[in-house]
């Protein structure tokens, strides 16, 4: 962190013990929002994270906003909205921005297609700073950054501190609080509480799903994948040393059911809906996508556009890689020995500098010659010596065993074309996003489900049995189905706000929880505060994604 924060940050993370309102433990896009929720209704806040940025795929994991059409108009919180135009009133008032880029309505500075808000990370570190900066410097708000979750202390069904471990001094504090959010990137409050959750894949048997499997697979996971950031120099030479992996990874066909297409380094990869190959294209030299053309993977995920700047032509353009081609799926990062995950971790690191390699030397132009020697990894993008993404992006947490867990069949379109998803009276916001999961360490292909527009239970953020502890991100009551069209950006940030919002309802109220969402009349008095925060609970009729 920068500035302020990480002033904040050295002064109390000395400390032995802390005591607060609101423990949130893990600053993910969902942790960042689930401290905005509480603080904005007073309470005092702890958020630890184990990285050096708080944001999560905002930040650390390199993963620019993936978000439904509507966006720009309506369907996210008013915190979410109104973040993202901060990250556009950023590079308005500090980037020498074009007379064009500055008429564009609304701004996408890096003109990615993958959304309308495609920009650098550190911009979004920026904005996140910046929103929290006055609850750090009057003291509501304590930030402890590099530190990780350790143990916790349990007494019947509520969780009575939790004690993080800096990653690198291994300076122990502990966080006693009366009400705590699990807002880590892989669900790692969990166990060490004893709260009960799930792993993996449940059975076609267990939820009804018509996508799950006839049998439990804990450890089937969707792939993680270790971003990384690079530009284009043409006429120079950037390539990197040969990772060590390389000729594994040259050569790796993925044995996926339904097969996968030839060989994984290649400019094809499966339709995530046919399964079908898809032929993609790249070429770093290209500012826009062409009609009836392949997706130029270079435009993708690109974050910052040369043209959109003052004196372009000494800039480059800035592309995030985050492609099927550095999915990994060979080992999973949680429910496994450390030993084990770390191996799985080192495997995506080198999966993905391989694919670098291969960009750099090997892979073929539609010219005819091979490779892109000018492509040049950014490490100032990451923040890291190596170049890559201080944090894999994760797709699949833990999950809780919640009071309510969404089904396939609740939000699929398919069953529900003339009705919608369902309707939940405990809403406590709303998302859109296909089912989209990305192949898995059990060796699925894609599973790409048409769904509609779909609320969030607030039941799904509330254990079975814990009493003051709450899911604020990815490990919240879904199934590992649904898991993939609850997993983005503005979803993961209306789950955290709405957990944050939910803790602070319950020290106002003294009533846990549980007891807010089966109150109908305390239901709908924290709903109603909601609204009034801008949090929309419901969707107006649209078509389904």
């Given at each position: 962190m920068t500035g302020l924060a990480a002033t904040t940050v050295a002064a109390n993370s000395r400390s032995k013990e802390l005591k607060t309102e609101v423990a949130i433990i893990g600053g993910s896009t969902g942790g960042c929002a689930a401290a905005l929720g509480a603080l904005r209704e007073g309470r005092r806040v702890v958020m630890t994270e184990e990285c050096r940025w708080i944001g999560g795929q905002l930040t650390s994991q390199l993963v620019p906003p993936d978000e439904h059409p509507w966006m720009d108009m309506f369907g996210g919180t008013r915190a979410y909205r109104g973040y993202r135009e901060a990250?556009?009133?950023?590079?308005?008032?500090?980037?020498?921005?074009?007379?064009?880029?500055r008429a564009q309505t609304p701004f996408n500075p890096g003109g990615g297609s993958v959304s309308g808000i495609t920009h650098e990370p550190k911009i979004s570190l920026a904005v996140l700073e910046a929103l929290l900066a006055p609850y750090l410097s009057s003291g509501q708000l304590t930030?402890?950054?590099?530190?990780?979750?350790?143990?916790?202390?349990?007494?019947?069904d509520k969780v009575l501190?939790?004690?993080?471990?800096?990653?690198?001094?291994?300076?122990?504090?502990?966080?006693?609080?009366?009400?705590?959010?699990?807002?880590?990137?892989?669900?790692?409050?969990?166990?060490?509480?004893?709260?009960?959750?799930?792993?993996?894949?449940?059975?076609?048997g267990q939820t009804g799903e018509p996508s799950a499997p006839s049998a439990p697979q804990p450890d089937n996971i969707q792939s993680f994948t270790v971003c990384f950031a690079m530009d284009y120099r043409d006429g120079e030479n950037h390539v990197i040393s040969k990772p060590e992996d390389y000729a594994f990874w040259r050569d790796y066909v993925p044995a996926m059911k339904p097969a996968w297409p030839g060989k994984l380094l290649a400019w094809h990869m499966s339709n995530p809906i046919t399964l079908e190959k898809r032929v993609v294209d790249f070429d770093p030299r290209e500012d826009a996508g062409k009609a009836n053309a392949p997706l130029n993977l270079w435009l993708y995920r690109r974050i910052r556009r040369r043209k959109n700047f003052v004196n372009w032509q000494q800039d480059a353009d800035i592309s995030l890689v985050n492609w099927p081609q550095n999915d990994y799926w060979l080992g999973n990062l949680h429910g496994v020995t450390e030993a084990e995950a770390a191996k799985h971790l080192r495997g995506g690191k080198q999966l993905s500098l391989a694919l670098l390699y291969w960009m750099q030397t090997e892979a073929p132009r539609a010219d005819g010659k091979a490779g892109w020697p000018?492509?040049?990894?950014?490490?100032?993008?990451?923040?890291?010596?190596?170049?890559?993404?201080?944090?894999?992006?994760?797709?699949?947490?833990?999950?809780?065993?919640?009071?309510?867990?969404?089904?396939?069949?609740?939000?699929?379109?398919?069953?529900?074309?003339?009705?919608?998803?369902?309707?939940?009276?405990d809403s406590v916001g709303i998302g859109s996003y296909r089912i989209d999961l990305h192949p898995s360490s059990g060796g699925d292909n894609y599973i790409d489900v048409s769904?509609?527009?779909?609320?969030?239970?607030?039941?799904?953020?509330?254990?079975?049995?814990?009493e003051n502890l709450l899911a604020g991100c990815k490990n919240l009551g879904v199934t590992h189905i649904t898991n993939g069209c609850y997993r983005l950006h503005p979803v993961e940030w209306n789950i955290g706000e709405s957990a944050g919002a939910l803790a602070a309802e319950a020290l106002r109220t003294g009533e846990p929880p549980r007891r807010i969402r089966k109150d109908e009349n305390l239901r709908s008095a924290f709903q109603a505060r909601l609204r009034s925060r801008g949090i929309q609970t419901e969707w107006p009729t649209l078509s389904p994604r």
């Open positions: 990250v556009r009133s950023h590079y308005r008032s500090h980037y020498p921005l074009t007379e064009e880029a930030i402890l950054t590099e530190f990780r979750p350790v143990s916790a202390s349990v007494g019947g501190a939790v004690t993080v471990e800096h990653l690198l001094d291994k300076h122990r504090v502990t966080i006693a609080a009366p009400y705590f959010v699990d807002a880590t990137e892989q669900g790692d409050l969990l166990p060490l509480a004893k709260c009960e959750f799930v792993m993996g894949a449940e059975s076609r000018g492509l040049r990894l950014r490490h100032d993008q990451a923040g890291t010596e190596d170049g890559l993404a201080m944090y894999p992006y994760i797709r699949e947490s833990r999950r809780i065993q919640a009071e309510f867990t969404v089904t396939e069949q609740m939000v699929a379109t398919k069953g529900r074309e003339t009705v919608g998803a369902e309707k939940f009276s769904s509609q527009p779909f609320q969030i239970p607030m039941g799904a953020l509330i254990p079975k049995r814990m």
